[in-house]
């Protein structure tokens, strides 16, 4: 089975940091595409980075509203994806999901959350100010 585990959420003051995690199992695809997603209450998921990791390391996408502060990397190693979130603003706050797809279609932008067929439980990113 494929499976996507993210830890790594709490809650924070503004300007705190957190790295969620998030270990992939079970995955045999070809091509790779790994990236994170959030979903504020009442509002529609949407894509925070992107990575092309399979089976070549591609670029790196940001929304606009994370570029500067948040940094997506992986350590194929151990099968893993990271997010860096610095300078974290209450409007960070909300469920953050990791999500793949056997395809290249985040190889050249910041594609959306319908090109991913996997996703994890998500874990909960709160922002206090």
């Known amino acids: 089975a494929q499976v996507l585990e993210e830890s790594g959420g709490g809650s924070v003051q503004a300007g705190g940091s957190l790295r969620l995690s998030c270990v992939a199992y079970?995955?045999?695809?070809?091509?790779?595409?790994m990236g994170w997603f959030r979903q504020a209450a009442g509002k529609e998921r949407e894509g925070v980075a992107v990575i092309f990791t399979f089976p070549f390391r591609g670029a790196t996408y940001y929304a606009d509203s994370v570029k500067g502060r948040f940094s997506i990397s992986q350590d194929s190693a151990k099968n893993t994806l990271y997010l860096q979130m610095d300078s974290l603003k209450p409007e960070d706050t909300a469920m953050y999901y990791c999500?793949?797809?056997?395809?290249?279609?985040?190889?050249?932008?910041?594609?959306?959350?319908?090109?991913?067929?996997?996703w994890g439980q998500g874990t909960q990113v709160t922002v206090s100010s």
């Open positions: 999500a793949a797809a056997g395809n290249d279609l985040c190889h050249t932008r910041l594609n959306p959350p319908s090109e991913y067929d996997s």
């Open positions: 079970g995955f045999t695809y070809s091509r790779w595409c």
